[in-house]
């Protein structure tokens, strides 16, 4: 799942994967959403952040943050006005096992109670689990987790507004689960891992229920491989046709009025459909997608994408991609219209991006487009945005980057687009027309690494005020590690 | 310096008459101005005050380093003459000169130009900084620009300056493909230039002989919207000859262009025409620099 997340947190520093991005969908519609990405400490570390941030004429506000990790204590806490990501969390591990105070984001099984996936379409939550992309946050509380492999799971906490009680036994490949907020609301989870199966039966006390399965299964002997993930090509003399090439099928159903007590903002649909199959051919990396879903009678969307990687000399990657989408991507609600959707409105949406990447050394070059339409062959264009991002090294460890967007965006329609900044990666919401600069340095200084940003942006012929934003980000070894006492 | 607002009547008026036909110079402004937005409004992201006759690619003009950024992958220095006129219009001819060289990687540019007859056309001055080699290139460009009043002097009093600054850079992707980015209005301040510039990405083919070349250019703010307006080009060299066509769309027209060079010396001109507004002719004379 990193391999479908991380290019896109980098946006131009791989081409991978260079599919479209939004925000989940608890996530307001068109208002800039930052994420955390996932990046582990080594055993001893620490590090330190702080960040200043402002526009033009106005007071700046300043962050900090720290993480460390431990043999017994990790964790990270980030502290600043204003910062969605403020809070935090800390780990220890003890004679009770691991407990996590803070900031929460389990998955349990396929997510149906804990843990959901933000879009019909997609496999897995990318902000939930151990083994998430990026740091989400379904609620705060208290996590116990013990026993090898996480065999027994308790939790207390606030999650969708509301305190919440749950616990999670694994007995072999079978997984029960249930939660509750001491009232009336009472649900439970039935799970089944084995190889790359895995299934989950979710219920409530009202009998409402909700069922999913996914199976990955590799066509060709070899399957999936490491090479697969740095676009080389992997087809060998002698192999047949589908080896490399893997598939997988997930399945969702369900009574209607199912809705999870911990991801109230992610309900998902109660019936869904979704293949997907991955493979080289020549020396390309196709990809193919197709899904079907209904969130409840009458809402009902399908999406069918096709991706194409090819690497290019100088470490550069090709990449490109056709979508269709119809019908509603989220769900409105019981009260809410279609009509109101943005994005996620109903009927067509067909799109097509290309994105490339060329470079070495000292500088290098990336091109994206992306355009949609809501009439056959991308016709009718409701949104588009072309950019070009440039990197340039310098000497003493001093980079440059600066990326020019050119975009269009019909009203009740929403774009994202992706910026990475030193600790998050920011959904920045597009509307109307224009374009928008980013001017990025990074350096080292004072025994850290110094990040300085500006953005300069211009909507339908009004210019806005300048954004600045600067971070120093210093990672320090507090004891030597094993290895190093060991010798 | 604003005339962004203007439409296809300015220049009818024109081509009826003459300039004295506008009746104050507040007016005679605008058409000017206003002209030189349309012009650029018909031709897609094409340069202002800087543009030279040349092919896409091979970049050796020091023109192209001023006006898209990109830098010569060469240290040779070049100084450059051109003389465009817009759509037929006298009234509306650029003269500009401009120069370049480099040292190892590190390339500098400088040029001057004037746009329109004095008191109603302006003076741009511009510079560029950048490095290049043999696979890629980028450079930051500068241009600042103020009316004029007389004809060589910078000195309109109580005149707004405009300053823009941008940048672009080329990268060579495959033996013969390049690459290039250009995004000359990065940041405007003061007086808004007369013509807005948006990004621009194209790519050539170079098989020695003849190069093709495939453009893009975003267009924000345009009545149009966001429609990209394309190019296709075509360069077929012969000795110390060389020749181009050019297409492009919305409108669909094209343009022919012919460079020939003697020694250091290298003569070019280029003729586009338009469905609408005519021909916009360019010729230049220049010293050193690439084919």
């Keep these: 799942m990193r391999r479908l997340v991380l290019p896109l947190v980098l946006m131009f520093a791989t081409c991978a994967h260079a599919q479209p991005v939004e925000p989940p969908p608890e996530a307001p519609e068109g208002v800039d959403y930052a994420a955390e990405p996932v990046d582990s400490l080594t055993d001893g570390d620490v590090e330190l952040g702080m960040a200043a941030a402002g526009r033009a004429g106005s007071a700046p506000t300043k962050s900090r943050r720290v993480r460390f990790s431990g043999d017994e204590l990790s964790g990270a806490l980030r502290e600043g006005s204003g910062d969605p990501l403020a809070g935090g969390a800390v780990e220890g591990h003890g004679a009770l096992g691991a407990v996590t105070v803070g900031r929460l984001a389990p998955r349990w099984g396929r997510g149906l109670l804990m843990g959901a996936a933000g879009d019909p379409w997609q496999r897995e939550a990318l902000d939930r689990g151990s083994r998430a992309a990026f740091r989400g946050r379904a609620g705060d509380g208290v996590w116990l987790r013990r026993g090898r492999g996480d065999r027994f799971e308790a939790l207390y906490g606030r999650f969708s507004k509301r305190a919440l009680a749950g616990a999670r036994v694994r007995l072999g490949r079978v997984t029960i689960g249930g939660l509750t907020d001491g009232h009336r609301g009472r649900q439970s989870s039935l799970a089944f891992a084995r190889g790359a199966g895995e299934s989950e039966l979710a219920w409530d006390r009202a009998g409402r229920w909700r069922a999913e399965a996914v199976l990955d299964r590799r066509l060709g002997g070899r399957g999936m491989t490491d090479s697969m993930s740095t676009l080389e090509p992997v087809r060998r003399r002698g192999d047949g046709p589908l080896e490399g090439w893997s598939a997988s099928l997930r399945v969702r159903a369900g009574a209607v009025g199912f809705a999870s007590l911990a991801e109230s903002g992610r309900l998902g649909p109660e019936r869904a459909l979704a293949a997907g199959l991955s493979g080289p051919a020549a020396r390309l990396r196709v990809s193919l997608l197709g899904a079907l879903w209904r969130f409840r009678p009458g809402v009902t969307g399908a999406r069918a994408g096709l991706a194409v990687e090819r690497p290019l000399a100088h470490h550069g990657t090709l990449a490109l991609g056709v979508e269709e989408q119809h019908g509603s991507r989220r769900d409105p609600g019981p009260s809410g219209s279609l009509a109101s959707l943005g994005t996620h409105a109903a009927g067509i949406r067909q799109g097509l991006w290309g994105e490339w990447w060329s470079g070495e050394g000292t500088m290098a070059l990336g091109l994206r487009h992306e355009s949609w339409g809501e009439r056959a062959w991308v016709r009718g264009v409701v949104r588009s945005v072309t950019s070009a991002r440039l990197e340039a090294r310098g000497p003493a460890g001093f980079q440059l980057g600066i990326t020019h967007s050119v975009y269009r965006v019909k009203r009740g329609e929403s774009l994202y687009l992706p910026e990475d900044e030193s600790d998050r990666l920011v959904l920045r919401a597009l509307s109307g027309e224009g374009e928008r600069t980013r001017i990025e340095a990074r350096s080292p200084f004072g025994g850290g690494r110094m990040r300085a940003a500006l953005h300069l942006a211009s909507a339908s012929e009004r210019r806005e005020r300048a954004q600045w934003t600067l971070d120093w980000t210093r990672r320090a070894r507090i004891r030597k590690s094993a290895e190093s006492h060991a010798r | ?291």
């Design chain 2, 1 to 291: 310096m604003s005339g962004l607002g203007v439409d296809l009547m300015w220049i009818r008026r024109a081509r009826r008459g003459s300039v004295a036909s506008v009746a104050t110079p507040t007016s005679l402004r605008a058409f000017v101005l206003g002209s030189a937005a349309l012009a650029v409004f018909a031709t897609g992201a094409r340069a202002q005050d800087f543009e030279a006759p040349a092919p896409a690619w091979p970049i050796g003009s020091a023109c192209v380093l001023l006006e898209r950024g990109l830098p010569a992958s060469t240290p040779t220095p070049t100084l450059e003459g051109v003389v465009t006129r817009w759509h037929g219009l006298a009234a509306l001819t650029t003269r500009a000169v401009s120069g370049a060289l480099g040292w190892r990687s590190a390339r500098l540019g400088v040029g001057l130009s004037q746009t329109g007859e004095p008191d109603v056309g302006w003076t741009a001055l511009a510079m560029a900084v950048g490095a290049a080699g043999s696979n890629g290139g980028g450079a930051l460009r500068a241009v600042a620009r103020r009316d004029r009043t007389s004809p060589f002097r910078f000195d309109a009093r109580g005149a707004d300056v405009g300053v823009e600054i941008g940048g672009g850079a080329w990268i060579s992707a495959a033996t013969a493909l390049h690459v290039w980015a250009s995004a000359p209005q990065l940041w405007t301040r003061g007086a808004a230039p007369p013509l807005a510039r948006p990004l621009e990405v194209g790519g050539a083919l170079d098989l020695g002989d003849v190069v093709v070349w495939l453009g893009r250019a975003a267009v924000a703010g345009y009545p149009r919207g966001g429609r990209g307006e394309h190019t296709l080009g075509l360069f077929t060299g012969a000795g110390p000859l060389g020749v181009w066509l050019v297409a492009r769309d919305q409108p669909l027209r094209g343009g022919l262009g012919v460079a020939a060079r003697a020694r250091v010396l290298r003569v070019a001109a280029e003729v586009e025409s338009h469905p609408v507004l005519g021909e916009t002719a360019r010729m230049s004379l220049g010293l050193g620099g690439e084919r």
